[in-house]
C-alpha cells in the first residue's frame, strides 16, 4: 500500500491508557493532552501549539478566530481540506500556479492576485516540500495580508534551522494515522503570537468560557486523551520513522535514476526534510506509458500507489463550473501526472528497490 500508519509498541501505549483508567478523565484538556501540546512545542521549536481532533478542523478555527473576509489566495494542488475550509467560511479562493521545482505555490503569482478584497494567503508545504517563506512573509508584510500555511505535510521540517511552525501567522499541522507523526486523527496550530491561544481555545470548545457563559458560536474540535496518548507513544519513535523514510527514499532516487520521463523530487537546499512521500511524475512522451497507464500496470503487481493530488482542488465536481477559466498549467500538469510511491518507516529496502526495477522494467 501507499502508507501504512505507524504503531508505537503496545506496551508503551499501554501505560497511557493505564493512567486515562485511573483519571477517568477522556478529553477537555486532560493531563495527556496538556502534556504532548508540551512537548511538541519543544520539538517542533515554536511558542505555542493548540490541539485539535483533526487538522481540517484547526484549519476552520484559525479562518474563523482571524476573522478572514472577500478572498484569499491559495494554490489548486493540495488536499481538499484546505479549499473546503476556505470556502465553507464563507471566503472565496483565489488560485495560484504552482512551482514545477516543488508544487508549493507560485509566491510571484500570488502576489499578482492580490485585490483590496484580499485578507490572507492561505499556502501549502507539500510533500514536506517548505514554500519560498522569506518571500511569502515579505509579501504579506507589504500589503498587510494575514499569511496561513497548510503545514499538514511537514511534521519536523526545518527551514534554516527553524521549525517550519515558526514562519508565517499560523501553520496548521496534521496528526492523521497516514503522517509521519499521528495521533490516530488529529492536529493543531502552531504559532508565536499567544495572544491567539484563548481564541483558538475559545471556538474548538462551543465557544464556552464557564458554565453558564458562551462567547462565541464555536464547535466541539477537542483533541481526546486516547489520541493524546498515542501521540505521547508515537513521539519519542519520530525521529527514526523520519530516518527509515530517508533510506527508503534514497533507495528509490537510485532506483529510478535515469530512466527517461520519470522525474521526481529532491532535498532542497538548507532545509531539514521529513520525507513524508515521494512523489514521481510520468511524462508519457519519454516514458512510453502514461501516468494511468502505469498506475494500473503497478496495481496489477500488488504495489497501489496513490496520484496526490489527482484532481486538483478548482476542479473538484462540488465546484463545476466555478474555475474552469483557470489556466493553472503548472498544477494541472503536476496532477494530471504525479504518483505518490509506497513510502512508510516499515517498507524494506529491498522493496522500495523492487519497485523501482518494476518502473524501469514497465517502460515502452
Not at 478584497?117 to 492561505?122: D, F, G, P
Not at 514554500?131 to 519536523?156: E, M, P, Q, T
Amino acid at each position: 500500500m501507499v502508507t501504512q500508519a505507524y504503531l508505537p509498541p503496545r506496551e508503551e501505549y499501554d501505560k497511557y491508557l493505564d493512567k486515562i483508567w485511573e483519571s477517568h478523565w477522556l478529553t477537555n484538556n486532560g493531563e495527556l493532552h496538556d502534556k504532548l501540546a508540551k512537548k511538541l512545542e519543544e520539538y517542533l521549536g515554536v511558542s505555542n501549539v493548540t490541539l485539535f481532533v483533526n487538522g481540517h478542523s484547526a484549519l476552520d478555527v484559525v479562518f474563523k478566530a482571524m476573522n478572514l473576509t472577500g478572498e484569499v489566495i491559495t494554490t489548486p494542488f493540495t488536499f481538499a481540506s484546505t479549499t473546503h475550509a476556505i470556502v465553507m467560511n464563507g471566503l472565496t479562493p483565489i488560485f495560484a500556479d504552482i512551482k514545477p521545482s516543488d508544487c508549493t505555490i507560485d509566491e510571484e503569482q500570488a502576489e499578482s492576485l492580490i485585490t483590496p478584497r484580499t485578507s490572507a494567503i492561505v499556502a501549502v508545504h507539500v510533500y514536506g516540500c517548505p514554500c519560498n517563506v522569506s518571500a511569502l512573509a515579505d509579501i504579506a508584510r507589504r500589503h498587510h495580508l494575514k499569511l496561513i500555511y497548510d503545514a499538514a505535510h511537514a511534521f519536523g521540517v526545518k527551514v534554516d534551522g527553524k521549525g517550519i511552525g515558526s514562519f508565517g501567522d499560523v501553520s496548521m499541522m496534521s496528526f492523521h494515522a497516514t503522517k509521519v507523526f499521528n495521533t490516530i486523527e488529529g492536529g493543531a496550530l502552531l504559532y508565536d503570537d499567544a495572544s491567539y491561544t484563548r481564541i483558538f481555545n475559545l471556538y474548538k470548545n462551543f465557544g464556552i468560557t464557564g458554565p453558564e457563559h458562551v462567547e462565541a458560536v464555536g464547535l466541539n474540535a477537542k483533541m481526546n486523551e486516547f489520541q493524546a496518548a498515542m501521540g505521547l507513544a508515537v513521539l519519542p519513535h519520530v525521529d527514526e520513522e523520519i530516518k527509515k523514510r530517508k533510506a527508503l527514499t534514497e533507495a528509490y532516487r537510485s532506483g529510478l535514476k535515469g530512466i527517461p520521463g520519470i522525474r521526481f523530487l529532491g532535498d532542497m537546499k538548507n532545509v531539514e526534510h521529513n520525507y513524508a512521500y515521494f512523489p514521481i511524475f510520468v511524462d508519457e512522451s519519454e516514458y512510453g506509458r502514461t501516468r494511468d497507464e502505469l498506475f494500473e500496470a503497478l496495481g496489477e503487481q500488488n504495489v497501489f500507489p496513490r496520484k496526490y493530488f489527482y484532481p486538483i482542488t478548482s476542479d473538484f465536481e462540488c465546484f463545476k463550473g466555478r474555475y474552469d477559466y483557470l489556466a493553472l498549467p503548472n498544477a494541472r500538469y503536476a496532477a494530471d501526472h504525479v504518483m505518490t510511491l509506497p513510502l512508510y518507516g516499515a517498507l524494506q529496502i529491498d522493496t522500495a528497490k523492487d519497485i523501482a526495477d518494476m518502473i524501469r522494467e514497465m517502460a515502452k
